[in-house]
Nanobody, 125 residues
């Protein structure tokens, strides 16, 4: 049983930064595709970024150049560094994993079979 626990969310002003963490347990390593998603009420869950086991990553257009996804295999932790935050980045952010694949199939939620509980991020003046 894979367990994902996000942390690091909070409130920040526009232009600020936050780093989200996702602690992974129930696996001897994170040797599979992992991703970050976000969701606001009334909207579908949106893929933000993913990363494969060779540390190749893909980003949504809306966050390119501002967000950075990374993993620490020794700590079994996934990260999302978010810089230059905008009001529209406000959402609940979720960590996700596709244990079946070392490569990532895409940023669609249907590709991922393990999810964390989410951590809220609020960007406001």
């Amino acid at each position: 049983q894979l367990t994902l626990v996000e942390s690091g969310g909070g409130s920040v002003q526009p232009g600020g930064s936050l780093r989200l963490s996702c602690a992974v347990s129930g696996s001897p390593g994170i040797n599979f595709c992992m991703a970050w998603f976000r969701q606001v009420p009334g909207k579908e869950r949106e893929g933000v970024a993913n990363i494969n086991i060779w540390n190749s990553s893909v980003y949504a257009e809306s966050v390119k150049g501002r967000f950075s996804i990374s993993r620490d295999k020794d700590k079994n932790t996934l990260y999302l560094q978010m810089n230059y935050l905008k009001l529209e980045d406000t959402a609940v952010y979720y960590c996700a994993a596709d244990r079946r694949m070392r490569l990532c199939q895409g940023l669609g939620a249907r590709w991922y079979d393990n999810w964390g509980q989410g951590t809220p991020v609020t960007v406001s003046t």
